[in-house]
């Protein structure tokens, strides 16, 4: 981050074996044609997005890529539609648009659309390409690593869905000046994160250029996504499908699907949930004496400088029924709730061993404050 | 095939490395409990099946296998059903049923059955086992192997779905004793279908044991489904995802998917319709000097001793329609149409070269003699 440089464009490649695929991140790659054309066929694209991020960016997608605009589908925006009728609406869709198997689907939006648009590609004649445009923080630093994709079910969040990789991921950052602040915001979240599991150094930056970042800071950011995506990428590259350590990126989130749950996923974005229940994980981690007293005081001042909420809703009363959720969290194996911890501040574990008096302590004391 | 033995059991590994996978096939295999305790545990089996083939064989598996008999789906029976809507109902009964990621679902079925349990196996919680224990000739013989999985769209055949390799087959013949005779010969299509485009020695064996084998007499049975899937196995392990010479298994089927179409899925059985798609083909091979009137006749003859249809139904009058819907077939790169055809009996092979007015010229003459 030595100097400024607008027209900067990163590369990352995520390490997948035959599956693998590299990330690009700048300010307008939507108006690049020449490296757009690398990765997109305009006769074989096929476009998702949403009633929101349609308005601002499809015609230049569709420009730049010199795309066929009626091979799209604009899904309405919000979680409540990541299901199973809005996957038929863009299988109807490709169906109309005589989309077959040498169809790439370019997923335009943030992490519903990235999700759907994935799931979609895993599923449509067993399987077609992908690329991504993610057009929220929180898809840019986590819909673009890791190849979930799926939708949700009534009863539980993302319960169907595939492990499906990008063909390749175009950040660009300007997409962002357009985004709400409170969900710019709710991404800083995932970005703090990735220095709690992983990356200490990433964390002291963080603390020194939080000021820049909330700024959006066109430097600033381009940083922290790279980063951000590097240490999900490397996480991932251990573990495609989820069965061991991958299970880290879910720090704060056994938490947050609680406080989600516990509020009918109205009162917080999931990104503020999942501040909130990295706060209370750090707490927990203080109180099982993992992390000292400092440790905590100065990752919840990060908390509070990104200016993400460290308070429970006021709809959440009950300490039994946030244990209840976390339980039905699908991370569980025969009952006992796995926590993600941390062995100190950027090292993170796994465990299913610790003491459950702590742990209801603890979400009374959240309960309380309300 | 020496000498009968009532009770033997035959295995088969499907060779996909990291995927392989065994397929039993013998009498009784439902009844065998020391063998089903070695691939299904009891506590994390969730079981889908049909509301024809349930009241026959559900019992007696959750008997065999120690189910909890209320973790399972039953569905409507039949094509229509294979849809959107029911993989919806397995979902909701998996998730009523408490089921996770170490869940296992038991296939128990037809070709159906089949592919949406392991569709619903590829998604739950972005993939669980599955296990399959198919009911119908055809299902044992075509969808034991392959790990094709998937549902329709009112619009096309298995438009939606996704590549999943079950964890092993158990094929007991027994189940055959309560399957119509027409789905029987319907299976025999398929059959019939191994030894035309990969064993000529096979096709030898079933002008040979055909008498037998309509018979349902069980070491003949043995041999035809072992030889089949062995044979279909070989083919996917060249090809896991279908990319090239995987097609030659749709020997017969690009004819048979039109014909199934132009009569709305009404006049014939996929096996029927695959009965006469490969007798169109074999017709299109002589008449373009691949093979000679001898290896023709011989053919046309197995497959009318299988009691398969080889006239068009006769709501089809038109060649032309025939040819668009072929032209509509999942396996047209850029508007050409390719098709599987024999270099000689036993030999398949793929091309998009092929004169037009010969294909018309044969649809034709099929519509003719309806």
């Known amino acids: 981050m030595s100097s400024a440089d607008a027209n900067a464009i990163s ?3 995520v390490e997948l074996g035959a599956r693998s695929y590299p990330i690009y991140i700048g ?3 939507l108006a690049d044609s020449e490296l757009l054309g690398k990765y997109v066929d305009a006769a074989s694209a096929f476009v998702v997005s949403n009633e929101t ?7 230049q997608l569709v420009k730049t890529a010199g795309l066929d605009p009626a091979r799209s589908v604009v899904l309405a925006d919000g979680e409540q539609y990541k299901n199973i009728a809005s996957m038929q609406k863009i299988f109807d869709a490709m169906i109309a648009g005589q989309c077959d198997r040498g169809t790439t689907i370019l997923a335009l939006g943030g992490g519903v659309v990235g999700d759907m648009a994935g799931f979609a590609a895993a599923c449509y004649q067993r399987g077609v390409r992908f690329v991504q445009f993610p057009t929220t ?4 630093v986590d819909s673009s690593v890791g190849g979930k994709t799926g939708v949700n079910h009534p009863l539980g969040k993302n319960m169907i869905g595939a492990f499906h990789q990008p063909g390749a991921v175009f950040i660009d950052t300007n997409t962002l000046d357009t985004l709400a602040d409170r969900e710019y915001r709710a991404g800083i979240a995932e970005v703090i994160k990735y220095g709690f599991i992983r990356d200490r150094e990433f964390l002291q930056w963080l603390h020194e ?14 940083h922290a996504i790279m980063r951000s995506c590097a240490c999900k990428a490397a996480v991932v590259a251990d573990d495609e499908t989820e069965n061991g350590v991958r299970a880290i990126l879910n720090f704060g989130h056994t938490f947050g699907h609680a406080i989600e749950s516990a509020t009918a ?3 917080l974005l999931h990104g503020e949930a999942v501040g909130l229940g990295m706060l209370m994980a750090l707490d927990f981690c203080k109180r099982c004496g993992l992390i000292d007293a400092h440790d905590f005081e100065s990752s919840r001042q990060l908390i509070e400088a990104a200016g993400l909420p460290v308070l429970l809703p006021h709809t959440v009363s009950s300490g039994k029924q946030l244990l209840r959720l976390m339980q039905h969290d699908k991370k569980v194996k025969r009952g006992r709730v796995r926590l993600v911890l941390l062995k100190s501040l950027g090292e993170a574990f796994i465990t299913g061993e610790y003491s459950d008096e702590l742990l209801e302590e603890l979400l009374e004391s959240y309960v309380s404050q309300v």
Do not use: F, T
């Open 11 to 13: 590369r990352l490649e």
């Open 137 to 140: 923080l929180l898809a840019q």
């Open 27 to 29: 300010r307008g790659l």
């Open 265 to 267: 996923y109205s009162a």
């Open 53 to 59: 991020v349609a308005p601002l960016y499809l015609d």
């Open 209 to 222: 250029n939080m000021a820049r970042l909330l700024a959006r800071d066109p430097d600033a950011l381009r």
